[in-house]
């Protein structure tokens, strides 16, 4: 699960990490209000207006500006709240600004060259340890950062055991060019985004910028948080932050029923009971000509009421003009798929596009007999190359 800007840096402040403060604002009146607020207690007139979306290269779309007076707040949140943000890391059609962050400036007046860092700490999965990735080449991308200067990016491996070590943080401060009052508050800025990520469950903690002050404060000048979602049940406060509407609609319609979906491209639907066999199957159709348009996994508990969700999810893309329905009965017992099947089909109506049904294990004969009998349109396999065949054949 992803968390805005806003409410990351809201995580890592409550583990005394210091932060650009700022206020949230969904309108132009609250985004006025927010920067008076941060002039009377910070004096500066200049403010930074951030959109807040689940995206990276905000600022490359035109969604970070900066305000040097109160009318420039007013008149750039008007401008930023409500467009369609399109960003290196969003789809073509971008995605809506439905808040923005008021923030203050914390780029003092008179500094010709503020210090910008990049740290994250993640999983690396080949050790099976988290790690801290950082380089002193901050504000940047950090893909490109690692294309054209590799040598620049950093690491150290946290022990789980005793956590991230006092000579690390030393180390990472030393790497980062740092001396004397910024060294030693660059060891606390580490400790508290250390506690940060382990306390919130987070898969992944990017700071990009972290700021170095000419006073030699260490700030987190932005803040991507990215929660496990299968840690969610002990984290009620992080959960509450969840963002629906910054997520695809059709992946939390599929929450609600206890499907695993993920869209994809193509133009045949999968419908499938297992993770490995929903690779499989997604395969085999690549392989006989089609190119998969979603994965679904029912998972072992399919019935009736999940057959008829999934039909339902996968025939609102446009782009399907086919499914294939893969189950192996083994804690799901293929006669209740089946049945699952024709209740879709009362329930649904007409279903326009061809469907492959492949059922094969625990009454596997009683659910062929089910399809065959409902006098409905649907294509019958029972093994994968049947079921590649026809694929092939509805699609040409």
Do not use: W
């Amino acid at each position: 699960m992803n968390v805005h800007e806003f409410q990351g840096k809201s995580l890592l402040k409550a583990y005394n990490v210091d932060i650009q403060e700022g206020f949230v604002a969904e309108n132009p009146d609250q985004a006025v209000m927010a920067a008076e607020q941060l002039k009377e207690k910070y004096g500066s007139d200049f403010f930074v207006v951030k959109a807040q979306i689940h995206a990276g290269g905000r600022g490359k779309g035109g969604g970070v500006k900066l305000a040097k007076s109160i009318g420039d707040v007013r008149r750039l949140a008007g401008e930023i709240i409500g467009m369609q943000l399109v960003t290196p890391q969003t789809s073509a059609e971008g995605k809506k600004v439905n808040r923005v962050l008021i923030a203050q400036d914390v780029y003092y007046k008179g500094e010709s060259d503020p210090k910008e860092f990049y740290i994250s700490i993640l999983l690396n999965r080949n050790s099976g340890r988290n790690i801290v990735m950082y380089s002193p080449e901050g504000g940047m991308s950090i893909e490109e950062v690692a294309e054209k200067t590799p040598d620049r990016i950093f690491t150290e491996e946290i022990d789980p055991a005793i956590g991230l070590q006092d000579f690390q943080k030393r180390n990472i401060a030393f790497n980062l060019g740092l001396s004397g009052t910024a060294f030693k508050n660059m060891q606390k800025f580490l400790e508290g985004i250390c506690e940060t990520y382990l306390s919130s469950d987070a898969q992944l903690l990017e700071i990009n910028p972290v700021l170095k002050t000419s006073d030699n404060r260490i700030l987190a000048v932005d803040c991507k948080l990215v929660i496990d979602d299968n840690a969610l049940y002990r984290q009620p406060e992080i959960a509450a932050m969840r963002d629906i509407s910054e997520e695809d609609p059709v992946e939390v319609e599929a929450v609600k029923y206890n499907l695993n979906f993920v869209k994809l491209d193509g133009n045949v639907g999968c419908m499938v009971n297992g993770a490995g066999l929903a690779m499989a199957t997604m395969d085999i159709i690549k392989l006989s000509g089609g190119s998969p348009a979603n994965f679904l996994d029912v998972g072992g508990g399919a019935n009736a009421k999940t057959v008829e969700a999934g039909f339902r999810i996968i025939l609102k893309d446009p782009a399907v003009k086919a499914i294939l329905i893969n189950i192996f009965g083994g804690i799901v017992r293929c006669d209740r798929v089946a049945n699952g099947v024709v209740e879709a089909y009362k329930s649904i109506g007409e279903i326009k596009v061809p469907v492959i049904v492949r059922l094969q294990g625990t009454n596997a004969e009683e659910a062929k007999k089910i399809i065959d009998n409902s006098g409905l349109a649907v294509y019958s396999a029972i093994s994968f190359s049947d079921a590649a065949a026809l694929v092939t054949r509805v699609l040409n």
